[in-house]
């Protein structure tokens, strides 16, 4: 569920620093040196995994079926439960243990319906829209209104004068500079519908958080928040469509636009599950590294990019392990996780869910960056383990150089993980054209090519492996104090509170740091 505007920043600083890991210089101190599979015994397990991952993969056939076979999978609806029993009879053909759903509540369901806009003056022309996730609609045979604007980067002063949008049709722009960071404003975007809504707005032009549509002629959906719905339409418009709007406002010239948008939500909560299958660990079982990817979607297209292609990754590297033959020190259980494009809530009910046995986790593994090969094992604020996992990566130079960051990744499933002070262990990806598919009609199993597929999944079984074969635990969780620390250095604290997502455990740890001794 990552949010557009975030999502670009972190490109931008991604590609300003990027550099390539895997250079392995001598320790400066004594510490001995971190072992990596040519040392540690894992390396005759992990040559059998890459055969099977490379030479025999079905990921690709898997995504296929997701794709076509189930198409879109919005959480809560008949074909994500359809896309659950899928993935649990993949699991088991696939010989994993203890397969099962962890069902659990999303606190509303929404179905989409059809989406109309015409623009009325000054010229007269049809507009290609789409409605955002869990936002309403407008009455039955259609509204219309005078466009104004509000801007984004001025949202806290927006809210306060939401009086003269009565009637009217709301284009957000974004003018001058931000005056929060971008996820910040993304919070308050939220508080600013709610007041247009109130104050009486036809509908808000706004997309993600307000951001503009990506690519020729192409609308992006999306939640508008963690568990956030909104009566009022939100509409995501294309780029193009969008323009002409924008030069209409600058140019002072009246318009007007005609929506007709027809959402349904459902009268309470909704039932959801998880899908979980495991590889039992041979000595120490009950010791759990999570490996997953989230099996819900947006419904514009078929989700293969978001997130088909993490999906098929865990079932490929699943696969790959089990006709190994190896089994590891330690299990790994298998999550196609629901509910991630709501706000992250099959994460957090996983962790709810399993919060017993949390301290024997050792962390999880999630590939959520569309279609590109990956490039970084960000370790989720876990620095100290950052040195334990380059002699790993070292090891995969030959399949390709990948670089290891303590980053953290709080746009998908690893989130939760990360605020268990767990390493929520991200493989990010090189995907520059994930901006045209992520949560529009592009999402397609054309912008996939089976080669990086396979690699990615072969990758996913590696790290999986390894990580829970080394004979040396990689991790256990922080204390609150140190979690805390880490997701205020990685700057993640003002978003978090911003949704309402900063537990009271990590305010208690603020306020007794605060205290003086
Ligand atoms: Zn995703």
């Known amino acids: 569920m990552r949010f557009v505007l975030a999502r670009a920043a972190l490109v931008a600083a991604v590609g300003a620093g990027f550099c390539l890991g895997g250079a392995w210089t001598a320790r400066a101190d004594n510490r001995p040196t971190p072992k990596g599979p040519d040392e540690d015994g894992t390396k005759p397990a992990l040559v059998k995994i890459a055969g099977e991952g490379m030479m025999d993969s079905h990921a690709f056939q898997y995504l296929t079926e997701l794709s076509d076979d189930i ?91 939401t009086s003269r949008l009565s009637g009217k049709i709301v284009l957000v722009v974004m003018k001058g500079a931000p005056k929060k960071d971008v996820d910040s404003l993304f919070a308050i975007f939220g508080d600013f519908l709610n007041a247009a809504s109130k104050a009486g707005a036809v509908a808000v032009i706004g997309g993600q958080g307000g951001s503009k549509a990506v690519g020729m002629n192409l609308t992006h959906t999306g939640i508008l928040g963690f568990d956030a719905d909104f009566a009022i339409p939100v509409l995501s418009l294309t780029a193009e469509d969008q323009g002409q709007l924008e030069r209409y406002v600058e140019s002072g010239k009246k318009m007007r636009v005609r929506f007709n948008v027809q959402n349904t939500f459902s009268n309470g909560p909704v039932e959801a599950a998880n899908v979980v299958g495991e590889i039992r660990g041979r000595e120490n079982p009950e010791q759990v590294l999570v490996v997953g990817a989230h099996l819900d979607s947006w419904d514009l297209s078929e989700g293969t990019t978001d997130n088909g292609t993490g999906s098929a990754s865990v079932l490929g590297s699943a696969e790959a392990i089990v006709r190994s033959g190896m089994r590891p020190r330690r299990t790994i259980r298998f999550v196609l996780f629901t509910g991630e494009e709501q706000g992250l809530d099959g994460s957090f009910a996983y962790m709810k869910q399993h919060q017993s046995e949390m301290a024997n986790h050792l962390g999880n593994l999630v590939l959520d960056n569309g279609q590109g090969p990956v490039r970084e094992f960000q370790l989720g604020g876990r620095d100290d383990l950052v040195a334990s996992f380059q002699p790993f990566t070292q090891s995969l130079s030959s399949i390709r150089n990948i670089a290891v960051t303590d980053k953290v990744e709080s746009g998908t499933d690893t989130l939760p993980f ?61 204390p609150v104090e140190k979690t805390v620390k880490m997701l205020r250095a990685q700057h993640q604290d003002e978003m978090l509170k911003a949704f309402g997502l900063w537990p009271k455990e990590f305010a208690d740890a603020e306020k007794k740091e605060e205290t003086p001794k």
Not at 102 to 118: C, F, P
């Open 71 to 161: 198409g879109a999978r919005v959480t809560g609806s008949p074909s994500e439960r359809k896309a659950e029993e899928w993935g649990a009879g993949k699991m088991k053909a696939i010989g994993l243990e203890n397969v099962h759903k962890e069902k659990y509540q999303l606190w509303r369901g929404w179905t989409r319906g059809t989406a109309q806009g015409e623009l009325l003056e000054p010229i007269r022309r049809p507009l290609h829209v789409d409605a955002m996730g869990w936002t309403g609609s407008t009455p039955a045979v259609g509204a219309e209104g005078e466009v104004v604007a509000a801007n984004l980067f001025d949202i806290e002063e927006e809210v306060k004068h």
């Open 418 to 478: 990360s605020m268990a002070g767990l390493p929520g262990i991200n493989m990010d990806q090189d995907s520059p054209e994930y901006k045209y598919t992520h949560h529009s009609p592009a999402d397609a199993l054309e912008a996939v090519n089976p080669d990086v597929l396979a690699q990615n999944a072969t990758l996913m079984a590696l790290a999986a492996y390894w990580i829970a074969d080394r004979p040396e635990r990689l991790a256990s969780p922080w």
